[in-house]
């Protein structure tokens, strides 16, 4: 059974940092490439980052980039996503989703993605 798993989330002072894990287990991630998204009360779920199954590329939205980092350990069969300098506008649901390398290059657009985990709340607040 496909599975993804994030967890690491919890609630933080603004400023602080989180470290957010997505495990994959029934199939191994070596070949798929991986989107961080996150979902704040009555908004859209966005696009946070995402990064290749080679790692050649990483990508980050602009309201993270220089804060979040995207990383991979295909021996771990698990992708993170390190988040410092939190803000207050970071709280959400974060989800994390794989699909099927492709094409060369990652996407955060929902629709390329078939796999999807259950979620990990991120709360920045003081």
């Known amino acids: 059974q496909v599975q993804l798993v994030e967890s690491g989330g919890g609630l933080v002072q603004p400023g602080g940092s989180l470290r957010l894990s997505c495990a994959a287990s029934?199939?191994?991630?070596?070949?798929?490439?991986i989107s961080w998204f996150r979902q704040a009360p009555g908004k859209e779920r966005e696009g946070v980052s995402c990064i290749s199954s080679s790692d050649a590329s990483r990508y980050y939205a602009d309201f993270v980039r220089g804060r979040f980092t995207i990383s991979r350990d295909n021996a771990k069969n698990t992708v993170y996503l390190e988040m410092n300098s939190l803000r207050p506008e970071d709280t959400g649901v974060y989800y994390c989703a794989a699909e099927r390398q492709v094409v060369a290059g990652c996407s955060t657009a929902k629709k390329t993605y078939a796999y999807w985990g259950q979620g990990t709340q991120v709360t920045v607040s003081s």
């Open positions: 029934g199939f191994t991630l070596d070949y798929y490439a």
